[in-house]
């Protein structure tokens, strides 16, 4: 298993600003992915962040709106840019445990006002 | 793409009764089937999985079945507690896309003391 933390927990941003949002795990992983979780919905895979090369972005996410960092094989950090009210969700660090399993960070919950 | 559809959406019992919950696929290349359950406030849990060369797999009070003809795999709790009361989703992913699993909208089930 694996053991994801992630900061902040919550946050209340003004429309137009940028926030940076960190994940840490407790091992090296090769793989880390960044979900959205939009209110009562389901959850969508943002990007896939790639330690030493530049992250893969699912159709429907960009790299400008939500630039992404993997300096190392334990953290990586996802920022969501020029912030509007659509962009209020749950953003959720994911790593994969060889050779499946999948495990999520505890989220944080962004409200955009 | 891979898509993923759950049933029910609610589900209520009775504290003792089972639950079952239900999700099929499309893509025959998929492979690995997570649940999750998602308690308020938190991130997805990973609560069991199966991979598509077993057909069930139990764990204490949780199982998962898997009909790879049908493209449909399930979810039963037995003996359930008012703690199991969360949001279930299952998901779906394959060998060459771990991490990018596809999810089902969600199951909210309550369990009534």
């Known amino acids: 298993s694996a053991v994801i933390s992630q900061k902040p927990s919550r946050d209340i941003c003004q429309r137009g600003t940028s926030l940076t949002i960190q994940c840490q795990v407790d091992?090296?992983?090769?793989?880390m992915f960044w979900y959205r979780q939009q209110p009562g919905q389901s959850l969508t895979l943002i990007a896939t962040?790639?330690?030493?090369?530049?992250?893969?972005?699912e159709s429907g996410f960009v790299i400008d709106k939500f630039p992404i960092s993997r300096p190392n094989l334990t953290f990586s950090t996802l920022t969501v840019s020029n912030m509007s009210p659509e962009d209020s969700s749950i953003y959720l660090c994911?790593?994969?445990?060889?050779?499946?399993?999948?495990?999520f960070g505890p989220g944080t919950r962004l409200t955009v006002t | 793409g891979e898509n993923v559809e759950q049933h029910p959406s609610t589900l209520s019992v009775q504290e003792g009764d089972s639950a079952v919950i239900k999700c099929t696929y499309s893509?025959?290349?998929?492979?690995?089937f997570p649940w999750y359950k998602q308690e308020l406030g938190k991130g997805p849990q990973l609560i069991i999985d199966?991979?598509?060369?077993?057909g069930e797999k139990k764990d204490q009070r949780i199982a998962v079945t898997l009909n790879k003809t049908a493209k449909h795999f399930s979810l039963h709790i037995t003996e359930t507690q008012p703690e199991d009361s969360a949001v279930y989703f299952c998901?779906?992913?394959?060998?060459?896309?771990?991490?990018?699993?596809?999810f089902g909208d969600g199951t909210t089930l309550t369990v009534k003391p």
């Open positions: 994911s790593v994969v445990i060889y050779p499946y399993e999948q495990y």
């Open positions: 091992s090296q992983v090769t793989m």
């Open positions: 962040a790639n330690q030493g090369s530049e992250a893969t972005y």
């Open positions: 893509d025959s290349a998929s492979n690995y």
């Open positions: 199966i991979r598509s060369n077993v």
């Open positions: 998901a779906a992913s394959g060998n060459t896309n771990a991490g990018k699993s596809t």
